[in-house]
C-alpha cells in the first residue's frame, strides 16, 4: 500500500511538472533558443584559436651549488609553512613582471592592435600546469596565431630560467653581505665572554668547583666523625659526674663551693677554732648542767664563731650561702672526691667547647657546599655564552668562505627539457565546450524563466489548485476550446471580448455536455432541499460568472424546464449583451415599481425567460437589500421551476452576499489563470456566513492540456467530428 501510494504521489508529481512545461513551454524556448544563438554567434566571432606547450624541470638543489653547504641553501627550493614549493615556482611563472618582460620583448598585440595588457596576458592566455608525480611544470600559450604562441612559450621559459639565476646570485650577495657584517661584533662578543668567566672565578675564588665541592663534602664528613667522638666523651664525663654527686650528696654548685673553701686560710682557721669551741662545750656539759655559766659562755662563743665563719664564706665565694658543720668539715676521702668532681667538671666544660667548635667549622662548610650550585650555574651560563659566541664566530668565517665560492658557481634549479613546437590544428575542444555550455546555460534560463514565470504568477492555475483553496463542492468544470473566426462576437464598450450563447450555437459541443453535466448535479443536490433561487457570481471580474449563468439557463430550457435569468449588475451590466435584446426597463425599475414584471421579463425565443439589469440607480445595493427584491424573489420562485441571478463579482461590491442572503443557493464561478489564491481566500471569508447556502464551484475554461489530473479527455476522432473550421470560441 505504502508503495503505491509513493508511486501515485511520483505520478502526480510528474504531471504537475508537465502541466508546467506546457504552461511556460513557449517563453521558456524563446529564452534558451536566444542565448543559444547568442553562443553560436561568439564561437563564429572569435574564430580558431591554436595552443602549444613546453615543459620545465625543477630540481630542488642544482648540481653545481650543492657543491658547498651555503650553495646547498642558496640553490634549493624551499616553502614557508606548509605549501608546495612547486606551486610557489608555478606563481612566479605566472608573475606580472615576468609577463610584461614576455609581451615587451615579444612585443605582443591584442586583437585591436594595442599592446597585449598582462593581466589578459596571464589570466585568458596563459596556463601553468604541474605534471602529476613529476617535478615538471608544463607551461601551454593560447593565441589565434601559431607562430605566437609557440615564441611566447620558449620566450617565458628562457625569462623564468635566467630569472632563477639572478635570484641566488643575489641571495648569495645577500648573504655574503650580512655575514661580513656579523663577523666583528661576533669576535667582540667571543672576548667579552672569555673576560667573564676570568672574573668570574677571580671573585668568587674559583679554580675548580668539581674538586672544591669533593674535598668539602670530605671536611664536613671528618668534622661530623670527630663531633660523634666528643658526644661520646662528654656523655662518659655527665655519667662520672653525676656518679660522685650521689657519693658526695651534694649538688654540683655546693661541691664547687665547698672545694672554694676549703682551700680559703682565713676559712680553714675559723673552722678550726669553732671545732675547738664545740669540742669544750661538750666536754663541759658532761660536767655540768646548761645553765651553768660555763656551759652558756662556751655556747655563746660557738656561736660567736659561726657568725664569723659564715662572714668569711661570704667574703671568699662573694655569695650569702649556709652550710652546714658537717659540710664544712670534708676530710681525707671525701676531699679528694670533691676535687675529682672539680676536675670532672672542667672536662664536661672542655669537651662542650670542643662540640660548640666543631659545630661552627661544620656550618661554615656547609654554606659553602649551599654556595656551590649557585656557582655551578652561573658558571655554566658564563661557558655556554662562551661556546655559543665561539660557535657563531665559526660558523660565519666558515659561510663566508663558502658563499664566496657559491656566487660565482650557482646556475639555477630549473632546466628547459621540452621546447614549445608550432602547432599545426586550431583546438576544438573549446569549441565543443562552448556549444555544451551554451546547451547548459540555454537549458538553465529556460528553467528560470519557467520557476521565474512561475513564482511571479499567483494565480490559480488548475482545478485541483481551485478546490483547494475554495474547499467547496466541485459541480461542473466547463473547458475552454479555440475555434477561428469571431462571427457572433459582441464588443463591449472597453474592448473585451463578449462571451457566447456556446450551447445555443454548439448543442454537440463537449462545453454543452460540461453544462448538462452542471445541471445534473444541482438535480442530484435538489433532491434533499427545494432549489428555487440560486445565485450565481465569482471572486473577481473576467472570470465568466454571466457566461455560466446564461449557458446554465439555456441548458435547463433544452431540459424541459421554466427557467428566469436575472441579470442584478446593475453597475456592468452583461445579460442583454450575450442574448442581443435591448433593456429599455429591467429589475431596478421593477424594485422601485415603476414597471409591472410582465412588461419587463423579455421571454426568448428559445424559452428562456430573462429580466435585465435596467437602468442604473444610484444605489444598488440599497435597492436588492430591499423588502420589495425578497417579495419579488418569492414572487418569481412561485412562477417559475428555477430563478438563477447573475450578481456582480463578491470582491467588487457587496451585491452578491446581498442576494445570497435571500436567494436558496450559491453558486461560485472560478476561472484558471484568472483568479490568484489571494481572491480566493477572500472571497471564502466573504461567504464564511453564508457558506450553508453554497452549492459548490465552477471551474471555467480550462484548458485540458494544462491539466496534470484530465478532467477531460477527448480523442481525436470525437473531436475531428466537432471541429469548425476557421472559428474561434472564447468563453
Known sequence: MESTSEFQRFASDLQNLLSIVKRRGKPALAGAGAIFSAVVLLIIIQGPSYETSGKILLEKRN??????????????????????????????????????????????????????????????????????????????????????????????????????????????????????????????????????????????????????????????????????ESRTALKSSLSRSEHIQRQLGITSGNALQMSSLNQTQPVQEVIGELKQAESQRAVALNRYSEQHPIIIELTNKVNTLKELLQNRIKQAVNVQVKLSDSQLQYRGVKQTLLDDFVKVQADNAALSAQLSSLGNEKELYLKRINTLPRLEQKQRELERQLEASQSTYSML??????????????????RIIEYAS???KFRIKPILLKLSLGIFCSGLIGVAITFLLEVRDKSIKTVKEAREKFNY???????????????????????????????????????????RMLHSNLRFMNTDSELKT????????????????????????????????????????????????????????????????????????DGLYLLTSGAMPPNPGSLLDSKRMSSLL?????????????TPPLLSVNDARILGNIADGIIVVARPGIINSNDAVSARE?????????????VNRIIPQHEPNSYFYYEKSYQSSFSVSNQKIEV
Open 397 to 414: 668565517l666558515k659561510k663566508s668562505q663558502e658563499i664566496r665560492i657559491a656566487i660565482n658557481q650557482s646556475d639555477g634549479n630549473a
Open 63 to 228: 648540481s653545481t651549488s650543492s657543491l658547498t653547504e651555503s650553495g646547498k641553501e642558496i640553490g634549493e627550493l624551499n616553502s614557508v609553512g606548509s605549501s608546495d614549493p612547486v606551486s610557489n615556482e608555478m606563481e612566479i611563472i605566472r608573475s606580472l613582471p615576468i609577463a610584461q618582460r614576455t609581451i615587451q620583448d615579444l612585443q605582443l598585440k591584442d586583437e585591436k592592435g594595442r599592446p597585449l595588457e598582462p593581466e589578459t596576458f596571464l589570466e585568458k592566455k596563459l596556463t601553468v600546469e604541474k605534471i602529476r608525480g613529476t617535478d615538471l611544470l608544463k607551461i601551454t600559450y593560447k593565441s589565434k596565431a601559431p607562430q605566437e604562441a609557440a615564441a611566447v612559450v620558449n620566450k617565458l621559459m628562457s625569462i623564468y630560467v635566467e630569472n632563477g639565476i639572478l635570484i641566488d646570485r643575489s641571495k648569495a650577495l645577500m648573504t655574503g653581505k650580512f655575514v661580513s657584517q656579523q663577523l666583528p661584533s661576533t669576535e667582540v662578543a667571543v672576548r667579552k665572554a672569555e673576560d667573564a668567566i676570568r672574573k668570574f672565578k677571580e671573585v668568587n675564588r674559583i679554580s675548580d668547583l668539581n674538586e672544591e665541592k669533593r674535598s668539602t663534602e670530605a671536611a664536613v664528613s671528618t668534622i661530623d666523625q670527630k663531633m660523634s
Open 534 to 605: 440560486i445565485v450565481v457570481t465569482s471572486c473577481i471580474p473576467g472570470e465568466g460568472k454571466s457566461t455560466v449563468a446564461a449557458n446554465l439557463a439555456l441548458t435547463m430550457v433544452q431540459q424541459g424546464l421554466k427557467i428566469l435569468l436575472i441579470d442584478s449588475d446593475m453597475r456592468r451590466p452583461m445579460q442583454h449583451r450575450i442574448w442581443e435584446t435591448s433593456q429599455p426597463y429591467g429589475l431596478s425599475d421593477l424594485i422601485v415599481g415603476q414597471v409591472d414584471s410582465k412588461k419587463v421579463i423579455h421571454h426568448d425565443k
Open 686 to 698: 466573504l461567504l464564511s456566513q453564508l457558506e450553508h447556502k453554497v452549492l459548490g464551484m465552477v
Open 473 to 515: 463542492t466541485l459541480l461542473g468544470v466547463i473547458p475552454s476550446f479555440e475555434f477561428s473566426g469571431h462571427d457572433n462576437s459582441v464588443f463591449e464598450e472597453y474592448g473585451k471580448l463578449v462571451p457566447q450563447l456556446i450551447v445555443q450555437k454548439f448543442p454537440s459541443s463537449p462545453i454543452c455536455e460540461a453544462f
Open 634 to 646: 418569492q414572487q418569481f420562485s412561485q412562477e417559475f421551476d428555477l430563478v438563477i441571478i447573475d
Open 422 to 424: 608550432i602547432p599545426k
